[in-house]
Each structure stands twice: as structure tokens, then as C-alpha cells.
């Protein structure tokens, strides 16, 4: 039994008391003494010359303070990609700047290319209004379509650049022609051309930024929607606005919801802190929700044709992708790695699968800029390797639960060394696959099938056997592969004079639980109550340098710099009990809270040490530093491996083509659980958005470059009616062998591993009604597309 | 949002009088309305409000007609209504989330004439007679577009008189997102004969399906309608269905309607 606020207790998300009864303090809550309200210009067509933008009507207007364009910005740096990709020939990746505001031509509907400030937020939307009216932009042919992207040198998003390609990427490129000799030769081979549907991230607070600053000292500061405080500001700082990083502080406070889009920088926040600046006020901005559709980093949008070459039993012999994968027509921050070094790295999957090529090319388009959304390429990967398997396991007539089994890694063989460039630590993939089959009922199923019949339903039960690469990543590894960071975090553990402690972490909570779990993991560690633990972070100024939270890295990487600087602590508090109890310090022990010479009775508590250690009267003072706070950086030795089964039971109207996902089961490795119900929790909302990727959420443009489905009267996201009961199983554990905890990361795992099994039970259901002639339906998997796949005898 | 004044009259006659002043336009729950000017996709200068006048609220029964008031939000409809006809209680019943529900009105669903909202095919399914400061509008005469009625400009929906038939049902298939009526099907029987409205699918917004009618008065069941289909041509295409799958749908959820009548 896990000790009550301990490690491996299932306790209430402290955060969530001040969350639901709406005590949280986001951006927008926030209202500062003289402070002005910005209002951006967006363009309205997907391409075009800026002719002329004439400010004079809108600098007259009532309440207005400033107008700000790209010609304000064109002397400071562009927001710059982190991940610099080479291209198979080795040529470095196309990287046109990004400026802070459009400048001489916009690239997507929704890219701001100026920005008005003004005492109101009404008199704000009137002068952008104006300024719109004002600005003359000549609009050019869209470029929206990837094929058609690199087909023609005529139109180019950036000028500079004349296929619209990034850059064409190999992985591993030595092995290109192995693989290839593999097909020539291969038993049978499925083919399989797909699309990962682009996704609006749609979180439930909108981007919004203040800027503030300081003439007394000079200093900036930033209060803003991010999931990495520091990474901003380290962006902000050394590539975009040359603000020294000690004159500027970066706050995230509460966060409601991220998914990946607010970690990368966006222009907005440069434009608030030079405001802030000229005008010597506070500067704010809240998105509104048609602009957060428009501007937030989007996700997915890959074109993929997989090829499985394997034997007639079904034995894997290689894999072989080429991906169209779209940019937009701006590098965010990540952009470049998700397609990469996040999706290319797992195609491998769980399998012993001796060849693999991956090939990506990445385009850019005149639509808003893609980058990592919860899952971030691996389930990219996933999609493709789940659904081609599935169709190989249809055309040879192979059992899909068979062939998985023959296909997988085995326990022995770890660590293993994939074709594409991971070593993963553990794992037991028989386990997962078999606890999802217990989970479903299997046995059951054909008379689940049958009852669904007498409704006129089609039932249909789909599998994926998922992996991803987590808990980002080795600085030194991702170095060598072209990151321009580091990738580590890092902790401050401060016990106070009292006994009480204060975490300063480097990771960021925008809804994941870490006021709570990282409490526990204090708690259990140190022996102390975890209502005596606070968690602190998003604040540059309260916090170390850590790189904040996506990758599902807050516990595997900055959980282990947490255990680290406690174990600092608890080794100097050996010393200072070993002092008071006039003992030598080898003989100290700790445990629960409690330091005592070994054998004897002799023990001081932990408040006891905290205490002499800011009040040193009987204290070591000559060879120990007083107080009791120890700081601790943690980069991690390998990225870590959540793997696990997921099992979905649809059923399909066949008269509307409607599909309701009516069981899905989770069997889930994710090594050490530190807190069950929030494990759990994260896996739901994962799950869930695998779902709204499957069946709901449809990013469309036209062929203008319009995004036609930017509202909500249109962008369908899951709703509660959309999604089953989950069936949630966490018992098959391999502890990561490479972290403290023993922990690997779960807040992408749903994300990344139910699509596929959603539309493979689509089609098993199509099938099994008689439609045999439905090999894949594009997601969304909608009631429209079903009913026209079955159209087509 | 622009800036614009606001009116609440308490009385129909006040109402009336402020409709003709310049640029003024009637509120009632405003679930299109306000969401159109906050985008700034509307700017109406004077705003009535209809939802202070007591004598255009309230569900009653006349005979074997009901009677509701235009500006009754549909929570109401859906309650008070259910005993009475249970098919109209339950259509307003579906409509939108709570919210909706509870400040948006029959009157302003019907003049504003959505090509996807559910109320005009209850008021077509049902033959019902629009009743406005004016005159009586019979629903064969009322809608006369997408988003287009017969409404005079300045004129206000009072009532709608709903005869109540022997047996009803509304079914809708959802369009995923917004949740409207993709493609909704009100078949209402009296004894006079039946009558089928579609909505969600046409591009001419609501209107009756004669075939189908004409066979369900030969025989009310589901099978009466086998072989029966609407043309493509005609129908809305967009992001969530083609015309051909909105024509195959206005078939199956007729079919799933008189089913559900009974």
C-alpha cells in the first residue's frame, strides 16, 4: 500500500481546487495599473505582396498610442528553428526568416502584419480596423497543396526558396539501399498511402501575452501563455529581440492547456515587451478564438506511403515511407524535428523488424505553421506502422494478434538496438498485448458482433501496438542530430527554516498535475508531509534554468533533477546530524524522515536538521555552508519508452455512415506509477484526442488557402457523446532502467496510440458487413467518408 | 462588437413603434444574432429586445391547436409542450446546449430561417400558421429561402399555432461539429393526411417532401418509402457532406421518423 501522499498514491490533484472553482490566475485575469491593449492586422488572403500600409488615419483615431508594422521589425532577429536538418545530399535545410510582424509579403491567412495599441481594448479593434482598410496588399496564387508545393518553381512561399521544399531527409540514408534490395525480393509487400490529417491544438485558454517595462531599471518583463518559460525567454533574448536574458523576466502562470502549441515563441509576445517599451505602460493581448484557429502552431499534415515488405507468415523483412509533411509557411520553434527526429525514429515501431527507410520531405505552404501537437510525430509513425500491418494481416489472411506476437522484441533482447537509430532500455510488449486481449474479451466478441447485428450495426474490434520515444531527450544525442538546445531540466529543492519546503522546478504545469505528484515524490522521499511541499514554477525569475514541459518529460526528466537535488539534501543533512549527534557521518541513516546513528537510539528529525541549518548555533560551520537548499541538473541518459496495447470496439451505423467508438481498452507500460489517477487521467484526455483526430477534427483549407473550418461551428472536437467509457490498465510495468524514478512519460501515450486502432476497427466493422472492398478511410473517419467508401462497388 | 443602443419595450405596440426607427433591428434570444455582431459580421444600430413582453412568451393549448408564444425560449417549449406534442417537445428539446436553450426563442429561429436549424421544419412538418403583428402566415407560404422569409421588414412574429397531429417525430443526423441538423426529417400525420419537412440538406433551405408524403398517406410505415430518394442536385455540399450524401440522408431519417411516430 502507497503511503497516504506518497509515492504510488492515487491523490487529488491539489491545482485542481483553484482550477474548478475558477481561483486559478491566468494571463488574461491579470490587470495592471495603466495598462494598454494591442490589437493584430491578420491577413485575410493566403498569400500576398504587402503594398503599402498607411498608418495616418488610424495614429489619429481616439485612444490610439502606437501602430506597429514589419517595418518596425525588420532590423531584430527572426524566430528562429530549433533543429537544424540536413538533407540526404547533405545541404543544410532551407531556414527563411520569420519575422516578428509580415514584411513584405504575408503567407497564410491569419499572419499578422501589424499591430495597433491603444487605452481600450475596443478603441484597439477599431484602429486595427481601420488600419486594415488602410493596408494594400496585392494577393498571389496560394500554394495549399504539398504535390502541387513541389511540382512548380513558379510559386514560391518564400522567395528564395524555389521547390517550397525545406528539406529532403533520409533516415537512415545508409540504409536506403539495403532496403530497397529488400522489396525487390520480399514474399509479399503492402502498400499503403495515408494521410495524418492536420489538427487545430485548440487549447481551452487561448495565447495571450503582457509586456511590461521597467525604466527605473531596465528591465522587461513578460507574462505569457507558454509551456517553457525559459525557452522563451532564451528565444526572445538571444535570437529575436537582443534583450540581455538578466533583463527579462518570463512568467507563465497558470496555463489552461497547451498540447505543444505554447511552447514555441510566437511574434505577439515581441510585439507586447517593444510596445511596453515605447510607450512605458503595460501592453496586453488575448487572443480571440478565431485567431488562435489562424495562428497557433498547427499539427500533424502528413502525406505517407508506407510499404511492409514481409514473408507469408506474416515475419516483418523492412519498412519503407515517403512523407510529404507541411510546415506552413513559417519554421516554428520545432517544426523541423517533429517530422524528423520524432517520427522517422520510431519506425520501427515494437517490432524486430531488420530494415527500415524513412524518407521526408517538408514543404512549405501558404497555411498557418505545423509543429509538435501532443504526440509529435510519433503518432505519425504509429498511424502508418498500425494500419499497414493491419492491412498485410487482411491480405494474407493472417491473424493481426499473431503476427504482432511473432513480430515483437522479446524481453531478452534489451537493450535493443533498432534499424532507425534508438536503443530502447525495456519493455514487455507480450505483456501489454496480452492484459489488452484479458481487458476486451475477446472470447466475447463475436457475440458482441451478433447483438450489434440485431440493432443493424456493424461492430468492429481494431488493435495498435504502440511505442513512442519520451521524456525528451539526451542533450548530448539530440546535439549530434541537429537540436540547437539542450534538453535537460533542472530543480531547486529549498527547505525552509521552518521545515517546510519549496521546489523550484524547471518543468511547467499547464494542466498536467505537477503541484501534486512532484509533492508526492518530496514527500516520500524526505519523510515529510506532502502538504508541506510547494510546487514553484513558470517564473524565470523563481525558477532554474530548465526547458519547461512537452515530449512527456516533466517526470522522467525534471522528476529525476527533483530526486537529484534531494538526494544533495539528505546528504547534507547526514553531515549536520552527524554533528549534533557527535557521531561520524558514515554511521548516519535516513529514513522517513528521520536521521539516526545506525544501531543506537540517537535521531534528530528532518526539522530539526532544517532548523540548524538556518539557526547553525550547534553546527559544523567550518566545514559546511549554513541553510538547506540544494539545486540539481538532470539530462537524461536515454530517452524513455511507454509502450503498451490498445484495444477499440466500434460500432458503425451502416445506414449514416456514423461510427461510435462503444469500448476502448488500454493496456499501458509506463514502468513506476507515481500517482494512478493521474496516469490515468492523462491517458483519458490522450486517448480522447486520438479519437477527435480519428473520427471529429478536420483541418481544411481551400484551395484559395482559406481555413474553412475555423470556427467550432465547423472544427469538430470530441465531445463526451464522442467518447466511451474508458477501460484504463497500468499493471505491466518495466521500470525505465536509465532514470531514478524508474518512471516513462504518459501524456502523449493516448494521443499516439488510439487513432489506429480506432480506424483499424473501422474497416474490421466495414469489412465484416461485407464491405471488403474498404482497405482505408482518411481520418477524420467520418460519417460522410464511411457512407462514400461504402458507396464504392 | 460595435456599439449600438438598446431597447426593451414591454408592450408590442412599443416594439413596433421603436422597429421603425432608423437601423433597428429585433432581438430575441440572440443565439445568432450576438455571436454575428460580436464578430463584427453585423452592426445593427438600436437593438429591440422582444424578450420583455409578456404577451409574446408562454405555451398554451387551444383546442387541438398549441399555441406558443414567439419569444418562448425552447427549454420552455420543451417542457410545457411535452404532454401535448411530445414530437415538437422533443425537437425543442435538442436544439443547441442548455445555453441555447434557454435564451433562444421559436420566433427568432424561425425568422431567422437557418437552412440547418430545426424549428422550421417542425413549423412546416406541422402546417403550422406564423402569427405576426400583422397578419397569418401559413408555413407553405412563409419560408422562401435560405435564410429568407416572408416577413415584411419591421413586422414581428407574435405566435406560431402548431395544429397538434395524431402522431409526430423529429429525427436529426447531427452535422459533427456544430451540431445543427446535417440533414433533419419532421414527419407529422393528421388526419388530413401527412407531411414530411427536411431540413438541413437543401440549398433552398426548408422544404417538403411531396413523394414521400404521398406515399406515407398510401400506407405510414417506414417500408412505404422503399425505393423513394431525393436528387442530389439541389442539395448543400460542404466540409461535413456532399449533396449526394445529404439526398441519401433526408431518406434514411424519414424512414427512422415515421419509425419513430409509431
Redesign the interface.
Given at each position: 500500500m502507497p503511503k497516504d501522499g506518497g509515492i504510488g498514491a492515487s491523490t487529488k490533484r491539489r491545482e485542481d481546487i483553484r482550477f474548478l472553482t475558477g481561483r486559478g490566475v491566468y494571463t488574461d485575469d491579470l490587470n495592471l495599473h495603466g495598462q494598454t491593449f494591442a490589437v493584430f492586422c491578420r491577413s485575410t488572403v493566403a498569400h500576398g505582396k504587402i503594398v503599402s500600409i498607411d498608418t495616418s488615419a488610424t495614429e489619429a483615431m481616439p485612444g490610439v498610442l502606437a501602430v506597429f508594422t514589419g517595418e518596425d521589425f525588420k532590423d531584430v532577429g527572426g524566430n528562429p528553428a530549433g533543429w537544424l536538418i540536413n538533407s540526404r545530399d547533405g545541404t543544410p535545410m532551407r531556414e527563411p526568416k520569420r519575422p516578428v510582424l509580415a514584411h513584405g509579403k504575408v503567407r497564410h491567412v491569419g499572419d499578422a502584419y501589424a499591430a495597433v495599441v491603444a487605452e481600450t481594448y475596443a478603441q484597439a479593434?477599431d484602429a486595427a480596423?481601420q488600419l486594415a482598410a488602410d493596408t494594400v496588399i496585392d494577393e498571389l496564387p496560394a500554394i495549399v497543396d504539398m504535390k502541387a508545393a513541389v511540382a512548380d518553381p513558379s510559386n514560391r512561399v518564400h522567395d528564395e526558396i524555389p521547390d517550397n521544399l525545406c528539406f529532403d531527409w533520409g533516415w537512415i540514408e545508409d540504409n536506403r539501399a539495403a532496403v530497397d534490395e529488400v522489396f525487390k525480393s520480399a514474399p509479399h509487400v503492402t502498400t499503403l498511402e495515408l494521410v495524418n490529417n492536420r489538427l487545430v491544438p485548440n487549447a481551452m485558454e487561448p495565447r495571450a501575452s503582457i509586456g511590461e517595462y521597467f525604466p527605473g531599471t531596465g528591465d522587461y518583463k513578460l507574462t505569457t501563455t507558454s509551456q517553457n518559460p525559459h525557452l522563451t525567454r532564451l528565444l526572445i533574448a538571444a535570437f529575436v529581440m537582443g534583450i540581455p536574458e538578466n533583463k527579462l523576466q518570463v512568467v507563465a502562470p497558470d496555463v489552461g492547456g497547451g498540447f505543444g502549441s505554447k511552447i514555441y515563441h510566437y511574434g505577439e509576445e515581441a510585439v507586447v515587451l517593444a510596445a511596453a517599451k515605447k510607450l512605458k505602460r503595460p501592453v496586453r493581448w488575448t487572443a480571440e478564438r478565431?485567431e488562435s484557429f489562424l495562428s497557433d502552431a498547427h499539427g500533424r499534415d502528413h502525406v505517407t506511403k508506407i510499404e511492409l515488405a514481409c514473408e507469408k507468415d506474416g515475419t516483418f523483412l523492412a519498412f519503407r515511407t515517403e512523407t510529404l509533411a507541411n510546415v506552413g509557411a513559417y519554421l516554428s520553434n520545432f517544426s523541423t524535428a517533429t517530422p524528423t527526429f520524432l517520427h522517422g525514429t520510431l519506425m520501427a515501431g515494437p517490432y524486430k523488424v531488420p530494415k527500415v527507410y524513412v524518407n521526408v520531405k517538408t514543404v512549405f505552404t501558404n497555411t498557418a505553421p505545423v509543429d509538435a501537437y501532443r504526440g509529435a510525430g510519433r503518432p505519425e509513425a504509429t498511424f502508418s506502422l498500425e494500419r499497414v500491418i493491419d492491412k498485410m494481416c487482411r491480405e494474407l489472411g493472417l491473424d493481426q494478434f499473431e503476427v504482432r506476437r511473432k513480430n515483437f522484441i522479446t524481453p531478452d533482447m534489451y537493450p535493443y538496438t533498432t534499424p532507425v537509430g534508438l536503443v530502447y532500455d525495456t519493455g514487455n510488449y507480450h505483456a501489454t498485448l496480452d492484459k489488452a486481449l484479458e481487458m476486451t474479451d475477446l472470447a466475447g466478441f463475436e457475440a458482441r458482433a451478433a447483438e450489434a447485428k440485431s440493432r443493424g450495426k456493424l461492430r468492429g474490434l481494431g488493435l495498435s501496438t504502440w511505442i513512442e520515444a519520451c521524456g525528451i531527450a539526451p542533450s548530448n544525442l539530440v546535439g549530434v542530430l541537429g537540436s540547437r538546445v539542450g534538453l535537460y531540466d533542472a530543480a531547486t529543492v529549498r527547505v525552509n527554516a521552518t521545515g517546510n519546503i519549496s521546489v523550484m522546478t524547471g518543468a511547467h504545469s499547464h494542466g498536467q498535475g505537477h503541484e501534486t505528484v512532484f509533492a508526492q515524490i518530496v514527500a516520500e522521499k524526505l519523510g515529510v508531509d506532502a502538504n508541506s511541499v510547494e510546487i514553484v514554477h513558470g517564473d524565470t525569475a523563481k525558477i532554474p534554468f530548465g526547458m519547461g514541459s512537452y515530449g512527456s518529460r516533466s517526470l522522467a526528466v525534471c522528476g529525476s533533477a527533483i530526486d537529484r537535488a534531494m538526494g544533495k539534501i539528505i546528504a547534507k543533512g547526514k553531515k549536520i546530524a552527524a554533528h549534533m549527534l557527535e557521531a561520524a557521518e558514515g554511521d548516519i541513516e535516513f529514513k522517513d524522515g528521520t536521521f539516526s546513528v545506525a544501531g543506537t537510539d540517537k535521531a534528530k528529525t528532518f526539522g530539526e536538521i532544517a532548523f540548524s541549518a538556518y539557526v547553525p548555533h550547534n553546527y559544523p560551520l567550518e566545514t559546511l555552508e549554513p541553510g538547506l537548499e540544494e539545486t540539481a541538473f538532470y539530462d537524461p541518459g536515454n530517452f524513455t519508452y511507454p509502450a503498451g496495447a490498445y484495444l477499440c470496439e466500434v460500432e458503425v451505423d451502416p445506414?449514416?455512415?456514423?461510427v461510435q467508438v462503444v469500448a476502448f481498452h488500454c493496456a499501458d507500460d509506463f514502468g513506476n506509477i507515481m500517482n494512478p489517477l493521474i496516469v490515468e487521467g492523462q491517458v483519458h484526455g490522450g486517448v480522447g484526442q486520438g479519437i477527435g483526430q480519428a473520427l471529429?477534427e478536420?483541418t481544411?483549407y481551400d484551395e484559395n488557402g482559406q481555413l474553412?473550418?475555423a470556427s467550432?461551428?465547423?472544427?469538430?472536437?470530441p465531445r463526451a457523446d464522442d467518447v466511451p467509457f474508458y477501460n484504463v490498465d497500468y499493471s505491466c510495468q518495466t521500470p525505465c532502467t536509465h532514470n531514478p524514478l524508474g518512471v516513462k512519460g504518459c501524456g502523449e501515450a493516448g494521443a499516439i496510440g488510439s487513432p489506429p486502432a480506432v480506424v483499424n476497427a473501422v474497416i474490421d466493422a466495414l469489412h465484416r458487413g461485407g464491405y471488403d472492398h474498404v482497405t482505408h478511410i482518411d481520418m477524420p473517419v467520418?460519417?460522410?467518408r464511411v457512407?462514400?467508401a461504402m458507396q464504392k462497388h | 462588437m460595435y456599439n449600438f443602443d438598446f431597447v426593451k419595450p414591454a408592450t408590442l405596440d412599443e416594439a413596433v413603434a421603436a422597429l421603425g426607427g432608423e437601423d433597428a433591428q429585433p432581438l430575441s434570444g440572440g443565439q445568432t444574432l450576438l455571436p454575428s455582431m460580436k464578430q463584427r459580421l453585423n452592426a445593427p444600430g438600436v437593438l429591440i429586445s422582444l424578450t420583455g413582453i409578456a404577451a409574446l412568451k408562454g405555451v398554451k393549448l387551444e383546442g387541438r391547436t398549441l399555441v406558443i408564444g414567439a419569444a418562448t425560449p425552447h427549454a420552455v417549449v420543451a417542457t410545457e409542450a411535452a404532454s401535448v406534442y411530445p414530437a415538437l417537445a422533443a425537437l425543442a428539446g435538442g436544439i443547441g446546449d442548455p445555453a441555447v436553450r434557454n435564451r433562444g426563442t421559436i420566433g427568432g429561429s424561425l425568422a431567422n430561417n437557418d437552412p440547418s436549424a430545426c424549428y422550421p421544419a417542425a413549423a412546416l412538418g406541422s402546417g403550422a400558421t406564423i402569427v405576426t403583428n400583422t397578419r397569418e402566415i401559413a408555413a407553405d407560404d412563409f419560408f422562401t429561402g435560405m435564410f429568407e422569409t416572408a416577413l415584411e421588414q419591421g413586422e414581428i412574429i407574435t405566435a406560431v399555432k402548431f395544429p397538434v397531429p395524431e402522431k409526430a417525430a423529429y429525427l436529426k443526423f447531427q452535422q459533427p461539429a456544430s451540431r445543427f441538423a446535417l440533414t433533419g426529417a419532421y414527419v407529422a400525420k393528421y388526419q388530413d393526411g401527412v407531411r414530411v419537412a427536411i431540413t438541413g440538406a437543401s440549398e433552398g433551405g426548408v422544404f417538403r417532401w411531396t413523394e414521400a408524403e404521398e406515399a406515407l398517406n398510401r400506407s405510414f410505415t417506414a417500408e412505404a418509402l422503399n425505393g423513394l430518394s431525393l436528387p442530389a442536385e439541389g442539395m448543400m455540399g460542404d466540409l461535413h457532406g456532399t449533396p449526394a450524401y445529404r439526398a441519401h440522408l433526408c431518406a434514411v431519417m424519414t424512414r427512422r421518423a415515421v419509425t419513430a411516430a409509431g
Open positions: 479593434k480596423e478565431s445506414d449514416t455512415g456514423k471529429c478536420n481544411s474553412t473550418s467550432f461551428m465547423d472544427y469538430a472536437m467520418s460519417p460522410a457512407w462514400a | -
